[in-house]
């Protein structure tokens, strides 16, 4: 089974609107950590926002927010005001075995082309 | 402020050839990885270190090896290129296991002919 799915190929969005870009999650692991990557046609990989499973709250980092549904094991990204410079693709991935200290792999989704309309 | 730099940037090569992927970091970063992205899809991990000296295999580690002689460079050897390794290949580092995400370097595109 995936781990993690994005199930959203490509979204358009018109320009200073919000959008919503779908994850869910499959893990056992109680203690684990979601994060969003921002990756422009210029293709470098950027981070933009995580989420600790034990967090009580939803994460917040400027314009982007994750709205983290635990029991439905989703974790969405949501771009408020949405930019030109918004245009690119997105990856969700998650983190297990926080506990055991064997390293930070990530394991990613298939990401989410996100197009940005003027 | 360099962080992850990957060289080079751009390779061909010819089935059978071989090459290495030099990554380095300036950040004292313990945890080092190689990923690749193949069209349309997501990054899956090649192989990783937990440290100097060490190495493990990821999800897709056949047809490649690595080495970490030195705590700051992670080197991605094929010995053998196949087309099935035309992809560009990420490398990534981080200073923890458990907290904060992974700062990726900008990637190499290899075209295998």
């Not at chain 1, 029991?71 to 998650?94: H, P, T």
């Not at chain 2, 190689?34 to 990783?48: C, E, N, S, V």
């Amino acid at each position: 089974a995936q781990k993690i799915t994005q199930t959203q190929p490509g979204m358009f969005v018109q320009e200073k609107e919000a959008v919503t870009l779908d994850c869910t999650y499959d893990t056992s692991d109680p203690s684990y950590g979601l994060f969003w990557y921002k990756q422009p046609s210029s293709g470098e990989m950027i981070f933009l926002i995580y989420q600790g499973s034990y967090d009580q709250q939803n994460a917040t980092e400027g314009r982007y927010s994750l709205n983290f549904q635990k029991a439905r094991k989703s974790a969405n990204l949501v771009i408020s005001a949405s930019q030109l410079g918004d245009s690119a693709m997105y990856f969700c991935a998650m983190r297990e075995g926080l506990l055991n200290n064997a390293g930070n792999m990530l394991t990613f989704g298939g990401g989410t082309r996100l197009m940005v309309k003027p | 402020n360099a962080g992850v730099t990957q060289t080079p940037k751009f390779r061909v090569l010819k089935t059978g050839q071989s090459m290495t992927l030099l990554c380095a970091q300036d950040m004292n970063h313990e945890y080092m990885y190689w990923y690749r992205q193949d069209p349309g899809m997501g990054l899956r991990l090649i192989h990783y270190s937990v440290g100097e000296g060490t190495t493990a295999k990821g999800e897709v580690p056949d047809g490649y090896n690595v080495s970490r002689l030195k705590k700051q460079n992670f080197l991605l050897g094929l010995e053998s290129a196949a087309p099935s390794q035309t992809s560009v290949y990420f490398c990534a580092s981080s200073y923890s296991a458990t907290l904060g995400g992974l700062d990726f370097g900008n990637g190499t595109r290899l075209t295998v002919t």
